[in-house]
């Protein structure tokens, strides 16, 4: 049974943990046993949180450790479609998919994150190649990190014909969401849009996770209109809205969304730091903003995913992340690169990079590429 010594929790204090069957089976007042026991790890006073939650990402058209692309802007502002034509143009030129992927996979876990929600696209063009690859990455990975994937219509669902059926295929295949993309501005038929999608949800018991980039009253319209449907069919919780820009209410969450992709070169995959830039652009410089920000990384994701188990308690998963920092808050300001990522009592990563069971760095490099 794999035991934890001398880690700190949230509040500050010192605590001996044990794992039983990938979950804490106790979490006691540190112990400050002289030396650790074989098998038990001595964490040192390290900070322990649960593992991050990357909540909103494209693991099939990411150009993560692929050549670098120069990012090329809309013509006349932001404009979904300039945008996905532009994406569809360097998807043509890019590296494999899986090849994509599995580095994308790979530098989130390596930074702490070991749940994550990825869209993947489904249009007529592409059918369900993208599917299926990134449902083929998600087994080869299980062990290492829970995926959720949404089916997502990245053309519409009226201005792509055939895409109803195939985001119906895709279900039945295994993703576990149907996505949507601006029923207003792109498909520009908000009722047929959603009708199709929440038609979908309901008949194969899927969540719901739309992109929405339409702002203002348009945006704060359709977020009513997925709201009173959410209602109407008793789905409260199982959905949620992306970049939301006309945000109201509602539990917020955060992603990388797109790591070096053709919508924005950004993104390094590391959740932590992404509470850093959400507590920085917001001008939070309380303890009690700080842990909000966390809180966006960590808990609120894990709300809005509907994760079971999750936290640094009694009975939930043993996925955490270790790193030295005194508390939450200097956590979210130092940002620590160095930490020890641990899935179920395991550890599967070390400073940025998978670990394999036999405690080597590189798992890719490792031969996981091919498995
Ligand atoms: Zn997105």
């Not at 702490?112 to 599917?131: E, Y």
Request: with cysteine.
């Amino acid at each position: 049974m794999p035991r934890f010594l001398n880690a700190k929790l949230a509040d500050g204090s010192l605590a001996d943990l044990t794992v039983a069957d990938g979950r804490f089976g106790a979490i006691t007042p540190a112990a400050n046993a002289a030396g650790a026991p074989p098998g038990a790890v001595d964490l040192a006073g390290q900070l322990v949180l649960p593992a991050f939650v990357e909540g909103h990402i494209h693991l099939d058209t990411s150009f993560y450790d692929d050549a670098w692309r120069p990012h090329i802007p809309c013509t006349n502002g932001f404009d979904v479609r300039e945008r996905v034509a532009f994406q569809m143009r360097s998807l043509e030129q890019a590296a494999p998919m899986e090849e994509r992927a599995k580095s994308q996979l790979e530098l989130c876990v390596g930074n702490g994150s070991l749940a994550m929600r990825s869209h993947v696209m489904v249009d007529a063009a592409v059918g369900l190649k993208h599917v299926e690859t990134i449902l083929g990455v998600r087994e080869k990975y299980r062990e290492l990190i829970d995926i959720q994937l949404v089916a997502f219509p990245q053309s519409g669902i009226q201005s792509s014909a055939g895409t109803a059926e195939l985001l119906d295929e895709a279900l039945k295949l295994g993703c576990d969401l149907i996505g949507g993309l601006d029923p207003a501005n792109f498909d520009r038929d908000v009722n047929g849009h959603l009708d199709v999608v929440f038609g979908l949800a309901e008949k194969r018991g899927a969540g719901i996770d739309v992109h929405l980039h339409d702002g203002g009253t348009l945006g704060l319209f359709e977020i009513e209109e997925i709201a009173a449907r959410t209602t109407a069919l008793g789905m409260q919780g199982k959905v949620a809205v992306s970049h939301a820009y006309a945000l109201g209410d509602i539990t917020v969450f955060a992603g990388s969304d797109n790591i070096r992709d053709s919508w924005w070169p950004y993104g390094d995959g590391d959740m932590l730091n992404r509470a850093n830039m959400i507590g920085y652009r917001s001008g939070f410089y309380e303890d009690c903003e700080l842990e909000a920000a966390y809180d966006v990384v960590s808990h609120a994701g894990a709300r809005a995913l509907g994760l079971e188990g999750y936290g640094i308690a009694v009975g939930a998963k043993a996925d955490f992340v270790a790193l030295r920092a005194e508390h939450v808050p200097e956590a979210v300001v130092a940002v620590p690169k160095e930490r020890t990522v641990y899935r179920a009592g395991r550890e599967v990563a070390r400073d940025g990079k998978v670990v394999d069971r036999a405690g080597r760095t590189g798992l890719r490099s490792a031969g996981l590429r091919s498995a």
